[in-house]
């Protein structure tokens, strides 16, 4: 099971708050589900547990990675199986679209979008860097020429794992490697940013309205420091203070997202600008959350559990 899922159960159980997983790689322990309609309609999850009242939900996914087996036949499988279970989901949203959510489907869906988040962002007043979204490589060529140094960042618009289960991660590119890849660029968009110097970058997480701040500081000479996942397990993070402005312009901005959790990506450059890079509304904390010390789960488990409480004191 995703050990964020563990966390975030724990403090649920903690806090004596019943709850119900639907997890469909377990099917034995909680990927079971039946939406009756024969008589009386019903709603079972899990180990045939009937679902009756519902307070607030966590939309927590795992990523939908599909990784080709040896038999083609298996991967289409896989594929449909997704499809099926995608068809259930929707249901279920709308189900429950009245129901307190962390985070709301329709708000996660958006937001995964990365246009949309720079075009939000910068409307809310952040620097972001400047940005080609494209799939034709004379203008994705001519935009690397009006940036200094005359290189840019490649990052993908969706998560990419090869079949070998290696991630994609942010890449610099400059013109010739643009020259020479004509064919497999114009294969689909890609995000091409200028290259930012910067000091450190900033991991800010959010959860409601607290706010969970870390300096990621990767050594300079590192494939980390082009894009620190790639060196997630070195010791580069230390709790960080935000300014104050700064703070609020970050929950005005998640509020205008319309999300209760978010994992918020900055990089503060070399004349102290915060710069948006992105938000990933299903990013991990885990990792910050043991090496830190720092309560997210348990804050994540909190409003799920007074959402409860508001409503049987209303």
Same mark, same amino acid.
């Given at each position: /099971? ?18 119900? &997983? ?46 080709? #087996? ?17 068809? +259930? ?20 869906? =958006? ?9 939000? !962002?910068?409307? @809310?007043? %952040?620097? *972001?860097?400047?940005? &080609? ?6 203008? *994705?060529? @001519?935009?690397?020429?009006? &940036? ?12 990419? /794992?090869?079949?070998?289960? $290696? ?16 064919? #497999?660029? !114009? $294969? !689909? ?10 000091? %450190? ?10 706010? %969970? !701040? ?38 005005? $901005? ?12 900055? +990089? ?7 710069? %948006? ?16 010390? =720092?309560? +997210? ?5 909190? $409003? ?11």
């Amino acid at each position: /099971m995703d050990p964020h899922v563990t966390s975030v159960t724990s403090h649920l159980e903690k806090l004596g708050a019943e709850f119900i &997983i639907l997890d469909r790689f377990d099917f034995e322990k909680s990927g079971s589900i039946a939406i009756s309609f024969a008589q009386n309609a019903a709603l079972h999850l899990g180990a045939g547990r009937h679902l009756t009242e519902v307070s607030s939900i966590w939309w927590r996914q795992k990523p939908p990675f599909i990784v080709p #087996s040896e038999k083609i036949s298996e991967y289409y499988d896989t594929i449909f199986a997704t499809q099926e279970w995608n068809h +259930i989901q929707r249901y279920l949203e709308y189900k429950y679209r009245n129901v307190y959510s962390i985070n709301n489907p329709s708000a996660t869906l =958006m937001v995964h979008n990365k246009i949309y988040q720079l075009e939000i !962002a910068s409307e @809310a007043g %952040f620097i *972001i860097p400047k940005s &080609i979204f494209s799939n034709n490589p004379k203008q *994705i060529d @001519a935009f690397v020429l009006s &940036i200094e140094p005359e290189k840019a960042i490649f990052k993908t618009l969706t998560a990419y /794992m090869n079949p070998t289960g $290696l991630l994609t991660y942010t890449t610099i590119v400059d013109r010739s490697m643009i020259n020479n890849k004509k064919g #497999s660029i !114009a $294969l !689909a968009p890609g995000i091409y940013q200028e290259y930012s110097k910067k000091k %450190f970058e900033v991991r800010v997480t959010v959860v409601g309205i607290e706010v %969970f !701040a870390v300096k990621i500081n990767p050594p300079v000479d590192s494939d980390a420091s082009i894009d620190w996942r790639s060196g997630i397990t070195e010791d580069i993070y230390e709790k960080y203070e935000l300014p104050t402005n700064v703070k609020s312009q970050i929950l005005e $901005l998640h509020a205008r997202f319309g999300l209760v959790y978010g994992a918020y990506d900055f +990089i503060l450059d070399e004349n102290d600008n915060f710069i %948006f890079l992105e938000v990933n509304p299903s990013g991990q904390w885990l990792w910050l959350e043991r090496r830190l010390n =720092m309560p +997210i789960s348990y804050n994540i488990a909190n $409003l799920l559990v007074e959402t409860r409480e508001k409503e049987i004191h209303s």
